[in-house]
């Protein structure tokens, strides 16, 4: 081929590139020259820009096919080029902490479990490591408390305010037996039961108009069958026929016995709006009674009582479940759901344990006793530790 042959092929070849990539089609043109050729090639522009964005041309050196191929580029620590991820994998690396970050240092993670731990309640801190998980009950609030000791074991949402049900006859008896205690009534004093006594509805004893029962025998109904109308009847002889005197006197004795949170309106705990107390109060009341008054427990502990030929079993089922408990009383409205205070002694522990809130009479009586378990081997824990000596002789050191 001439020159000038070559030449117009030449000009021929450039003039179809042009027109082709006005029409949207790539080419290329070799065109020898060394060891490398030139590629010419259509680059559309990004989406965004539409469907009707014009191509680019955009030419770039290509290796000839002859030549040899080039050696695998090494990276180095300096690089600061990062590959492409891919999008699932992005999403991955965003949650996962490096390497060098994931490990802290001890001083950071300790400070870390402490910041954590000063918002744990008093409650769960007030719990020895180990024995947290037997804790975690299903009630509304607790506590519980070693008599012996004075010391509390356990605390659950301790002044939350929970109507009390029918342990506020717990503070009617306290009343009762103060009474008692100060020479004002007798065991037999007899006891009249007026018309509204006999009308009281919920948990009773059989009680009659108008006849007069010793007041021994109301304490056994109001202890054992947590009769409504025992103590509406009682209210009544306190208050000389105005029960309202005598819930003024409730409200004065909690208020002496130091529970703060308590109001009460009437003498046996059925439904009335305001009325309500906490399990740390309920817990004052309980460990005062029974120092008051430890007599008291040879009633508690009866299991049923019979008068006028209708027998009622006590409600407090861990009586005939648990080994040492003897007392104390439990109680149930809507408001609340199932409460109860209860005792139990081994050996030289006597413990208090107040559920409040449970779902229905079987969660109180497991729950209450999970509680009273943790209690007894924390008490035995306690007594071993303090037998040990204080003064033991330290090993030398090498």
Known sequence: MTKKCATRFLILLIVYALISGLAGIGFSAFASSGSHVFRASVVPRPEAAGPDTQALVRTEPVEAVSSAPKPPVKKTASSKTKPAVPKSEAAEQATTPAPKQAAKPQAAEAKAKKSLADKVEPAKQAVKPGTSKDLYLNAQAALLINMSTGEVYYEHNPDKTIAPASITKLLTLYIIREALAQGKLAPTTPIPVSATAVKTGGSRMRLKRNEKV????????????????????????????????????MNAKAKKIGMINSRFKNPNGLPASGQLSTARDI???????????????????????????????????????????????????????????????????????????????AVRQRETARLLDYGFRRAAKDEKLAKKPSGAAKKPEA
């Open 214 to 249: 010793p007041l021994s025998e109301l304490i056994k109904g109001i202890s054992v069958v947590s009769a409504n109308n025992a103590c509406v009847a009682v209210a009544e002889y306190f208050g000389k026929g105005d029960p309202s005197k005598f819930v003024a006197q």
């Open 283 to 361: 817990a004052k009341l309980s460990v005062a009674y029974l120092r008051t008054f430890p007599e008291a427990l040879k009633v508690h502990s009866m299991t049923s009582h019979t008068y006028h030929g209708a027998t009622h079993r006590n409600a407090n089922t861990l009586l005939r479940t648990y080994k040492g408990v003897d007392g104390l009383k439990t109680g149930f409205v809507c408001d609340a759901g199932y409460n109860i205070t209860a005792t139990a002694k081994r050996g030289k522990t006597r413990l208090v344990a107040v559920v409040l809130g449970a779902q229905n009479s």
